[in-house]
């Protein structure tokens, strides 16, 4: 079982700048995939930012140049760095990863954070 903190959350005016981590513990062999979601109010969630192993960083089109996702050097923990803020990036936001406990071609692990909220005001 694989168990992720997450932190960074908080209330900015806009232009103003946060930066999220997620660490993962647990039974973990190997992480293939961290990434951040977040939901709006009313809205669906959607994927932010995604670090693959074996790709280059992936971002969703209204936050590139200004989102930047990294990882630690543990290779558990992920950051989302994010300048210029705007109001229409306030929602919980969800660190996810994907991959292995032990040895094997398929991932088993799949899991989510609790979500951190991020507000931003105009």
């Known amino acids: 079982q694989v168990q992720l903190e997450e932190s960074g959350g908080g209330s900015v005016q806009a232009g103003g700048s946060l930066r999220l981590s997620c660490t993962a513990s647990?039974?973990?062999?190997?992480?293939?995939?961290m990434g951040w979601y977040r939901q709006a109010p009313g809205k669906e969630r959607e994927l932010v930012a995604q670090?693959?192993?074996?790709?280059?960083?992936y971002y969703v089109d209204s936050v590139k140049g200004r989102f930047t996702i990294s990882r630690g050097s543990t290779l558990n923990t992920v950051y989302l760095q994010m300048n210029s803020l705007k109001p229409e990036d306030t929602g919980v936001y969800y660190c996810?990863?994907?991959?292995?406990?032990?040895?094997?071609?398929?991932?088993?692990?799949?899991?989510w954070g609790q979500g951190t909220q991020v507000t931003v005001s105009s």
């Open positions: 996810h990863v994907l991959g292995h406990s032990r040895p094997g071609d398929r991932p088993d692990i799949d899991s």
């Open positions: 647990g039974s973990i062999y190997t992480i293939s995939t």
């Open positions: 670090r693959r192993s074996d790709r280059y960083p």
